[in-house]
């Protein structure tokens, strides 16, 4: 701002006085917010209408470059821990790096990420919620009685324990993020591109979604990267 760049901050959906339903939304509903706040910006004439970028973090790594595919008011994306691989790889990398930097053992991240790439499955099959409701909860009942080992949280009984573990994988944001391919999108990211990440993230390892950012942006030809 002390240089003249303008910043416009805008509270997610259902905080203060942002209205819409934060628990029930996607990745991609959130783009299509940040469209209005690009809009409302070339209705300002402080706004240098040629020179409006985004900043997005994380997930919002992941949301800049939408918004930009499909606006040509979007005139620079930089991104910051954001994402070139799919949602389902990118969660199965994020558990094996986190497991290991907590320590725990080989077997039993092997045995997680076998179990969770089943469930990723299932979520990118599914054909409607219903069904999905269903089949994840009877696979995670089947898993509690195979493994002897997997522990309850004390103060829950197991079915609120499958209850809840069902409701964090079939959330329509969970559903979308792990269907979702960042790639395909950022091949349609015309305007120059900024991604920094860092390399001690254990929740976007960085040379893998480098790697893949790049490799999508030059697929679509963007020389300005």
């Avoid at 949602?87 to 990398?93: F, P, W």
């Avoid at 077997?107 to 089943?118: A, G, I, M, R, V």
């Avoid at 480098?210 to 697929?219: C, G, P, R, T």
Wanted: charged share 25%.
């Amino acid at each position: 701002t002390k240089n003249g760049i303008a910043v416009l901050r805008f509270d997610d959906r259902g905080t203060a006085m942002s209205k819409g339903n934060y628990a029930t939304s996607t990745t991609l509903d959130f783009a299509s917010d940040v469209e209005a706040a690009v809009q409302y910006l070339l209705t300002r004439k402080e706004i240098d209408q040629k020179k409006i970028g985004l900043i997005g973090h994380s997930e919002g790594g992941i949301i800049a470059p939408m918004v930009a595919a499909k606006s040509k008011k979007v005139s620079f994306i930089i991104l910051l821990a954001g994402t070139g691989i799919p949602g389902d790889e990118l969660l199965l990398l994020q558990q094996e790096l986190i497991g290991k930097a907590s320590g725990i053992s080989d077997e039993d991240l092997k045995k997680t990420k076998s179990t969770n790439s089943e469930v990723f499955e299932m979520v990118k099959k599914a054909k409607n919620s219903d069904q999905l409701n269903v089949d994840i909860t009877e696979y995670i009942t089947k898993s509690l009685k195979l493994d002897s080992k997997a522990k309850i949280p004390d103060g829950i009984s197991e079915s609120e324990y499958i209850a809840m573990q069902m409701s964090q994988i079939t959330s329509p944001w969970m559903q979308f993020f792990i269907k979702y391919n960042p790639a395909l999108v950022l091949e349609k990211v015309k305007c120059p591109v900024l991604a920094l990440n860092g390399n001690k993230d254990m929740q976007v390892p960085s040379k893998v979604n480098l790697d893949a950012i790049n490799k999508a942006l030059v697929k679509g030809g963007n020389k300005k990267v």
